[in-house]
Each structure stands twice: as C-alpha cells, then as structure tokens.
C-alpha cells in the first residue's frame, strides 16, 4: 500500500512490515531515510514515521502487521526528536555525554537508545551503547552486560552485535545486581573519555530494591543525563542524580507488547544466535578453577569420608566430587540421591552431571578476562579428575570458568527459571 504523507504527518508502523521510502524523508529511530532507501520492522517491534518532508511510502505489512496514519499528537516521536536535540547540544558544547535510560518494561527504553544513537551517528559521531538489560540483551546474549562500538544507524540492537561482553549469569536483575553494577562500571572505563555513551537498563524499577539497585548504577556510572520513561521513577531519580540532568522520556503511546512467551522466545533467540558457530573444549577442573561455584570451589573432601558420613550415598554411584563450603556439603554423584541429608550443623545437597547440564557459564582468557559464555554439556570424571565438556563459539584458550544461574535445553530453551542452574 502506498501512504502520502505531508511534512509533520506521523505513521505507525507495527511489523512485520517493510516499508521503502518512495519519495521525501522520513526519521525513524532518529536516522533519516530518504528516497530509495528500505526498512524491514521485526514481527515484535513497532515504531513511529515522521515525514520531514512531503514523502510516500511504498508500505508491505505482512500476518499480524499494521500501518497506519495517527495524529502528531498521539505518538511521541516528536518529543523524542527534542531529547536527542538537547543532548547533541549538551555534547557538542561540553564535548562530553553519558546516557542512562531508567523505565519500567516496554517503556521505550531500548528504542530510545537507538534513537539518540541513531541521532548521532547521523551527525557523524560514533556512538558506545552499553546493555545492561539482561534479560532483552539484545547486543550479545542474555546473562551479559555488553558493549558496542557504533558507526552506523540501526533499527533494532540486534542487528549491531557487541564488541566486549561481562557474564552475570543472571536473566533477572534482583539475582545479581552487584555482578551487573560492577560489570556495568568495568565496561563504561572502556569508552574513550567524553565519547557519548548511551546506557540500557532493565525494566525491574517497581519497589524500593529496583529503584535502590538504579541509584547504584546512577552512583557508579556518573551520568550527565538520565532518561526516565516512568513518572513514579521520576522524582526519586532526581534525588539520585548527582548533578546529572534528569529528562522524562514519554513512553510510546502504542506499544507493541511481548507477553512471558514471546520474551523468552526472544532471548531463545539470542543464545541461538550466539552459539551458531559453536566448537566443544574440554576443560579439567583439575586446571581451571570454576570460580563462584558451590560444587567446584569448596574445600575437597575425600571421598570415602563423605561415604562413611552421609549413607544416602550408598547406591549413588561414583562419587565424581565432594566439597564442603561454609557449613554445607555439595555432593556430586553419578546417579540420583534423593533426599537431602542435614546432621549436626552440616546440610549436604546432591547434584548429578544430568543437573549441570545446560548450565551457562562465563569464560575468562587468559589475562582472566571475559571472553565469553558456554553451555556445560557433559561432567565425567576421568583418571580422578573431573572433565567438562563446553559448547562455546569462543577460540581464545580458557583459562577459568564462572558459575552462574542460566540453564538452557537441548533447543536453548530456558529451563528452571530464573534460577534453573544450580552450581
Ligand atoms: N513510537 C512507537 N510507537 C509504537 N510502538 C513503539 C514505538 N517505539 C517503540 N515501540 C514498540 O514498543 C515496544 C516496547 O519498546 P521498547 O522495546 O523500546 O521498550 P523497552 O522499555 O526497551 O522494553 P523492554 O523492557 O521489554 O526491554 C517495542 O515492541 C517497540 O517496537
Ligand atoms: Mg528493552
């Protein structure tokens, strides 16, 4: 179909769709495109034209996909457009700008950081957008914090992939907000001083812990600017600010909403994407220290003791490790042992290879450095040291393992939860 758009005229765009600009200008996510120039919107976005000039649009929406003309007024890519105008002259005064966006989910959040990136890049600057949604990492994998370098305008991060990744091992915020704070400050010393950084949070900002856990990334990132998508937010992101100027972001008016499924189908998405061109490494334990695990990082205790000491163990199997952490025992055994044993003080919990795999695991190289994730595939025990099988894409050589919360299925399905990996 084809729409005739007058300078000012705002389109909605829900996809999938693809629409090509057949003539004038339009801005979308705050690049422009002019004649010629085509754009394919994703089954689970949607977003708003503005015509910058008289323009037709030669629009194809495919099952499920919408076009239409609305009032200026009922979207907000107007409002959007006068944000990325102040910021790029703060930047071009100051020479410096660092981003935060704050908001509930399908807030806009995302699309905004690639509309004032988009802003940018369109002025010729490169832009750094670091992700800390964990659970829509759109530029690495779900479970990371990343960061990417930007040169060009895109429509949705996924296409842009990420240049440095820190693992956290979590999908959900409130299971590790310290691992996403830090890993958050660590990537932000990356960015040239100055050069404009726009910085994605999750959507957990509802009670006391989430505004807490966003005031610490306001502390340790020390933003000029931070974009608040949600009014309730708003007041207690000023008190939080240290000097940074505080924006409301207006949500989009119509969202394209994703409910649990389609979230998890689109994280299912990204660990797909990320371990296409995967190899398997083996790692011994015996090496490589497995760090923040239960199982691995205890203190080893020899294995004809914990037989005598707990008899759940009797018909259990080989015993491929047992370590004793803080006043519990972690039990790895070949086959199932049902019950949990607690005596005098001491609690033990049992594990099989079956419950490691899938894990998700981060891997360092060989300055300790992240270098990226893998999925535990197999754990045997081989001339008395135990042996991990990893699926990675990684090539560098690894030098150590880091637990963390993330278990996947044979189809990089979510399995367990926000804690299905227990290590
Ligand atoms: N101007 C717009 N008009 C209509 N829909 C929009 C507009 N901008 C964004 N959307 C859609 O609204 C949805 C939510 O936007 P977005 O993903 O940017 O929000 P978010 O706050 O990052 O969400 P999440 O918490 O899930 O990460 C997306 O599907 C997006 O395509
Ligand atoms: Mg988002």
């Known amino acids: 179909m084809y729409l005739t758009l007058k300078k000012g005229d705002v389109v909605r765009v829900s996809g999938p769709a693809k629409v090509t600009v057949a003539s004038g200008e339009v801005l979308l996510l705050g690049a422009t495109y002019v004649e010629g120039a085509s754009l394919t919107i994703h089954r689970f976005r949607s977003y708003a034209m503005l015509a910058l000039r008289d323009s037709t649009l030669d629009i194809r929406v495919g099952e499920g996909g919408e076009a239409a003309k609305v009032g200026p007024s009922d979207e907000v890519v107007v409002e959007w457009l006068r944000i990325a105008e102040s910021l790029w002259s703060y930047y071009s005064e100051e020479g410096s700008l660092k981003v935060v966006i ?29 992700e800390a949604d964990v659970g829509q990492e759109d530029l690495a994998l ?62 957990w900002i509802s009670g006391v812990k989430a505004l807490m856990f966003k005031a610490g990334m306001i502390r340790w990132l020390r933003p000029t600017h931070i974009l608040v998508t949600d009014v309730d937010a708003y007041t207690f992101m000023r008190s939080a600010s240290l000097g940074a100027e505080v ?122 450095e992240d270098v990226g994730v893998g999925i535990i595939e197999s754990v045997k025990l081989r001339n008395g040291e135990v042996v991990l099988k990893i699926k990675t894409p990684v090539k560098d050589e690894v030098r150590g393992l880091i637990a963390g919360y993330i278990r996947l299925g044979s189809e990089y399905q979510e399995v367990g939860g926000e804690k299905g990996c227990f290590i």
């Open 102 to 130: 704050v908001g509930p989910v399908e807030s806009g959040k995302t699309s905004s950081a690639a509309f004032i990136s988009n802003y940018f890049t369109s002025r010729g600057e490169t832009v750094y957008l670091l």
């Open 142 to 203: 779900p479970g990371t914090v990343a960061l990417k370098k930007v040169t060009e305008t895109f429509l949705w991060q996924r296409e842009l992939g990420h240049d440095v990744l820190r693992f956290v091992g979590c999908i959900a915020p409130h299971v590790c907000k310290d691992e996403i704070l830090c890993a958050v400050s660590d990537l932000s010393r990356l960015v040239p001083e100055g050069a404009p950084l726009v910085v994605n949070t999750d959507g």
């Open 247 to 368: 924006l409301y972001l207006p949500p989009p008016k119509v969202i394209r909403e994703r409910d649990r499924a389609a979230r998890r189908y689109l994280r299912r998405d990204l660990y797909r994407k990320y371990f296409l061109d995967s190899r398997v490494i083996e790692v011994s334990l015996s090496k490589v220290p497995f760090m923040k695990s239960r199982i691995f990082g205890g203190a080893e205790i020899p294995r004809g003791l914990v037989e005598e000491v707990i008899p759940q163990l009797k018909g259990a199997g080989k015993i491929l490790r047992a370590s004793k952490l803080g006043d519990s025992v972690y039990v790895l055994t070949e086959n199932r042992v049902k019950e949990q044993h607690f005596t005098e003080g001491v609690k033990a919990y049992f594990f099989t290879p079956q419950d490691l795999r899938g894990c998700l695991v981060g891997l360092v190289g060989r300055k300790y």
